[in-house]
């Protein structure tokens, strides 16, 4: 659809179609809503898609965005989606080396399982026992603050309430997370299993007073009710497929390859001019919902820019022909990559390699964690890799800041990639090279992406996969009922930006479609 063929006056025009912009087409559509989206790109989606990277493979890997928890069923009953998800029978494998020897701890396939691979490891019973009340404590908060992500924002005072639980409070909402981390448990390498959930895409240390990393901690931990973390079957654009659907049955415009250049409002009407191949156009809507970065809302509408993001995370995706064989010969790969494999994740590595890159130089021990999405759904690979059996694995690396790229993003690129698939390989008896497949040109299946390369492919400010540092879930100053209000009556920040952003969830999309159907 191009410019020329012109668009007339919509009730809702959504800038970007990521997957929170279709959430609010979708709500919107089937409200009755007249609804179009503009995506700046081919395709919807976002980050949420599944793509072949490597060519000539038949292998659709989840890009960027590649685990699901915080989607609520809510708004895939609402929609009617046909999206699904499976649980990983192993929740984390993390090596090490204990009196000159390869170990590692295990935690998942049953509790008699983990107990005895917590004794083996620590030597005692006591740390399993601190495990049990830990995540007993943050399961029980869990049920009661997810439920309150899509419905209007609580005050400060009632969440408290609402969990019910002052310790957890105290742990979470008031002091650094180090503190009960290191209160709670005294192994260095179980302390660092905790404290990863604290620094996914957040660069931040155990006792940062900011509490970022508490924030971070507790998006990770209360997703669906469990904190249980989800294979897409298909893929995460599995997703925003079946997003895109429901959108466009219900009567919404999703037009691609049209660029959001400004927004002009009064507060009760808008005009948005776009661009496309063939020109520029403007369409006026009476609500505008903004799916992309605080950053870019602000481009768009002219008013004066928020504090920059940074984000500070590798993403690297691999297509193996085989599993690595582990050092610790105790278990089986096909477990220890189901679940998420910690690599240079004990707590003080973490610190160091925390302190080396607020120094501006790469951790020399880059920490990162690992999973292989075809372990658990084997439907992203064509029937040919399945039978030779290829897989999949997707790292995540952490505490590599945007700063460090900025003078060579390239070179830096390719340094930190080789020094952390060294840190793997140290846990391996067989180098992970040796594992790549490759592609029809005969290149290694192995793709890297910093925070400059997502900024640049995903216009995320800074790389910052959240889109700003996140936000607890309750009322702030400046936030409105939903947490999706900007300074503009009419128009919504539907994006990862929102209050109860970030993550693979919708909720801001369900939160400003909620927003708009309650305006007069």
Known sequence: MGAHEGYREHDVVIVGGGHNGLVAAAYLARARKSVLVLERLANTGGA???????????????????????????????????????????????????????????????????????????????????WQRFYGMTGRLAKKVFPTLTEPLPTRDELRRRIDDEDAWRILFEEPLGIAVEDTFADDL??????????????????????????????HVIGGGTGAWDV???????????????????????????????????????????????????????????????????????????????????????????????????????EAFAGTFHIAEGYEQLATAHAQASSGVLPEAPPSEIYCHSLTDPTILGPDLVQQGYHTLTLFGLHTPARLFAQDNDGVRRELLKSTLAQLDAHLAEPIVDCLAADS??????????????????RLPGGNIFHRDLAFPHTHEDTGRWGVETAHPNILLCGAGAVRGGGVSGVPGHNAAMALLEAP
Do not use: W
């Open 48 to 130: 949420a898609v599944s793509t072949r990277p490597f060519a000539g493979v038949d292998a659709r890997l989840s890009r960027y965005s590649y685990l699901v928890s915080l989607l609520p069923r809510k708004i895939v009953r609402d929609l009617g989606l046909d999206f699904r998800v499976r649980g990983r029978n192993v929740s984390s494998y993390t090596p090490t080396e204990r009196s000159g020897r390869p170990a590692g701890l295990l935690v998942g396939g049953g509790e008699r399982r983990t107990r005895e691979a917590f004794a083996k490891l620590t030597g005692s019973g006591s740390e399993y026992q601190a």
């Open 190 to 219: 179980v302390r660092g299993v905790v404290l990863t959930d604290a620094l996914i895409g957040t660069f931040a240390d155990a006792h940062d007073p900011t509490l970022r990393q508490n924030r971070c901690f507790l998006y």
């Open 232 to 334: 897409p079957v298909g893929g995460m654009g599995a997703l925003t497929h079946a997003l895109a659907t429901a959108a466009r049955s219900a009567g919404a415009v999703l037009a691609t390859g049209h660029e959001a250049l400004r927004v002009e409002t009064d507060g009760r009407a808008a005009e948005v001019t776009y661009r496309t191949a063939d020109g520029e156009g403007t369409v006026a809507a009476r609500h505008v919902l903004v799916n992309a970065s605080p950053q870019e809302l602000a481009r768009l509408t002219g008013d004066e820019p928020p504090a920059p993001a940074e984000g500070a995370q590798l993403k690297v995706n691999m297509l193996l022909k085989r599993l690595p064989r582990l050092r610790d010969t105790s278990v089986d790969p096909r």
């Open 441 to 458: 040109d005969g290149r290694l299946c192995v793709e890297a992406k910093t925070p400059l390369d997502l900024e640049r492919d995903l």
